[in-house]
């Protein structure tokens, strides 16, 4: 992972800070497998540089941004580069106080104490990904504020008083504007230092197409990074909804290609359908065809060996 930051243009100096703060918080026997070790890097310098030079400082990041700008990879990417346990939480409507510190359960006859993750995390030196937070009543939250800001406890009534292991962070993902979605309050807000996720850039987009399919040939991965930026140009202008706009489903459709299906169904399925409304889709389904013959096929747009 330290060899990827390099070559992704991170300072030498907050790499070696990382470095140190791995040397300074091994790992302890039994948390190895929590460790992640990610599938999908984030690429993007600038991100990496706030997000490490915070987690470094002992801050908790909140990541705000649009469906698939990479808030979960960067949040296991963090992880993994401090070389931490992770715990991925998901918030919902429900999640209370239970759900997140833990319950008082019957084992054996007798009363004991189940550790929510929150709590395993906490003490462990864990990394916290609080998967949109957002969906959680504010109110159910309120029990995480000594967690999160200078006090770094749990302390809670009707439980032990648990301190946060020096190397805890917790990193809170949210996505406005998907139904459901509420604001976060300003309490809870003030207690991370929130990173606005861009869409990932062109020159990125390339970059990960190529990583994800070494063998697609260069210019087609030209071509679907110009589609990806043809859609984003009509979703700045209002055209279109930021439905299509989707990075998921633009690789979910290359690869839907490579298992054998034209580019025309694939895209139907990854991009155009995501569209609701009629016009709309014949709107994006005439930007897809600018950049992308419906007929190509695995063997036109991919290296044949
Ligand atoms: N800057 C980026 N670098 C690498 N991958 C990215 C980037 N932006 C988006 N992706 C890709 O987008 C996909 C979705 O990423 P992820 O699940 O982290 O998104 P998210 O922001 O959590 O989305 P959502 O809000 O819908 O949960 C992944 O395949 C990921 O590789
Ligand atoms: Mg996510």
Not at 45 to 60: P, S
């Amino acid at each position: 992972m330290l060899d990827f930051l390099r070559r992704e243009g991170v300072a030498e100096s907050t790499i070696k800070k990382v470095e140190e703060f791995r040397a300074r918080y091994p790992l302890e026997d039994g948390s190895h497998y929590r460790v992640p070790k990610p599938t999908y890097l984030y690429y993007g310098t600038e991100i990496w540089e706030k997000a490490l030079t915070a987690l470094l400082t002992g801050e908790n990041l909140l990541l705000v941004g649009p469906k698939a700008t990479g808030k979960n990879v960067l949040a296991e990417n963090l992880a993994a580069v401090f070389c931490r346990p992770e715990w991925d939480v998901s918030f919902y409507l429900n999640t209370d106080a239970a759900s997140l510190i833990g319950t008082d359960t019957f084992r054996n006859g007798m009363v004991s104490f189940r550790q929510g993750p929150i709590c395993q995390c906490a003490e462990q030196g864990g990394f916290g990904v609080l998967d949109e937070i957002n969906m959680a009543k504010n109110e159910s939250l309120a029990v995480l504020h000594a967690t999160l800001d200078f006090r770094r406890i749990i302390d809670v009534p009707g439980y032990e008083r648990i301190s946060l292991h020096p190397a805890t962070r917790f990193i809170a993902t949210m996505n406005y504007g998907y139904a459901g979605t509420r604001e976060l309050n300003e309490a809870l807000t003030s207690r991370f230092l929130v990173i606005n996720m861009p869409l990932i850039s062109n020159e990125n987009l390339k970059k990960l197409l190529l990583v994800q399919f070494p063998d697609l040939k260069e210019e087609y991965a030209e071509q679907f990074c110009l589609l990806f930026g043809d859609i984003r140009a009509k979703c700045e202008s209002g055209e279109i909804s930021t439905k299509p706009l989707d990075l998921r489903g633009l690789i979910a459709s290359v690869r839907l290609v490579r298992n054998g299906l034209t580019a025309a169904q694939a895209l139907d399925m990854g991009i155009i359908n995501k569209s609701t409304d009629d016009f709309e889709r014949q709107l994006v389904s005439d930007i897809v065809a600018v950049r992308i013959a419906p007929t190509l096929a695995a063997e036109d747009i991919f290296e044949q060996t």
